[in-house]
């Protein structure tokens, strides 16, 4: 099975911190997307590559940006935490572009910004 | 834009009881429809899907068919289980950009079975 694996659970960082939120999937998938979830809100999406040092942007990608420089590895990067970005966040992956696969999504960082 | 509408919850109901969760859809081309599950603590995973009209997908006694004349793609089960408990989310695949398949997702309904 498909694993994406987001690096830690729960995140407590402080207003204006600068927070990395890492994802590693292990089956070469091309696709990669960060999404955030809160609660009324659903899922949406932040930003998503579909190659290595390729990014796009999603529907909220202010104050965040990515790296992708390896394919396994997507970071969603925080310049400057607010309190507006305390939310769950979810890392998925899929495995060719413009096939409609299904995603695999990681168990998600909790991240508190205090 | 695309976009999904599925009714809110949480949605509670007692073991052995019919589910349906509605899901209704807007998109310019011909989408496909999925439906996600995700229990408490975990991330997403897909319960089932379908790619064009009339196509129904059914997995774990969750059924949901495609229908593109009411735009729905509504989610039933005939006899739900405490461990069907978690939050269910509809969603429809869109080409974004280059072509990577992000996902559109509704809100999401969270269903709580009693024993």
């Known amino acids: 099975d498909v694993k994406v694996t987001q690096s830690s659970r729960y995140l407590v960082k402080r207003t204006g911190e600068k927070v990395f939120l890492e994802c590693v999937q292990d089956m070469d998938h091309e696709n990669m997307f960060w999404y955030r979830q809160d609660p009324g809100l659903g899922l949406r999406l932040i930003y998503f590559?579909?190659?290595?040092?390729?990014?796009e942007k999603g529907d909220i990608p202010e104050g965040y940006s990515v790296s992708r420089e390896k394919k396994e590895r997507f970071s969603l990067i925080l310049e400057s935490a607010s309190t507006n970005q305390t939310s769950m966040y979810l890392c998925?992956?899929?495995?060719?572009?413009?096939?409609?696969?299904?995603?695999?999504f990681g168990s998600g960082t909790q991240l508190s910004v205090l | 834009g695309d976009s999904v509408t599925q009714m809110e919850g949480p949605v509670t109901l007692s073991e052995e009881a019919f589910l349906t969760i509605n899901c209704t859809y807007t998109?310019?081309?011909?989408?496909?429809l999925f439906w996600y599950v995700q229990y408490p603590g975990e991330g997403l995973q897909l319960l089932l899907k379908a790619t064009k009209a009339d196509d129904k997908g059914s997995n774990k006694g969750f059924e949901a068919t495609y229908r593109k004349e009411t735009t729905s793609f509504h989610l039933e089960k005939g006899s739900v289980q405490v461990s069907d408990s978690a939050v269910y989310f509809c969603?429809?695949?869109?080409?974004?950009?280059?072509?990577?398949?992000?996902?559109?997702f509704g809100k999401g309904t969270h269903l709580i079975i009693q024993p």
């Open positions: 969603a429809l695949s869109d080409l974004r950009g280059g072509g990577a398949d992000g996902l559109t």
């Open positions: 590559s579909y190659d290595v040092k390729m990014k």
């Open positions: 998109a310019t081309g011909y989408p496909s």
């Open positions: 998925a992956s899929s495995k060719v572009r413009g096939t409609n696969e299904k995603l695999f």
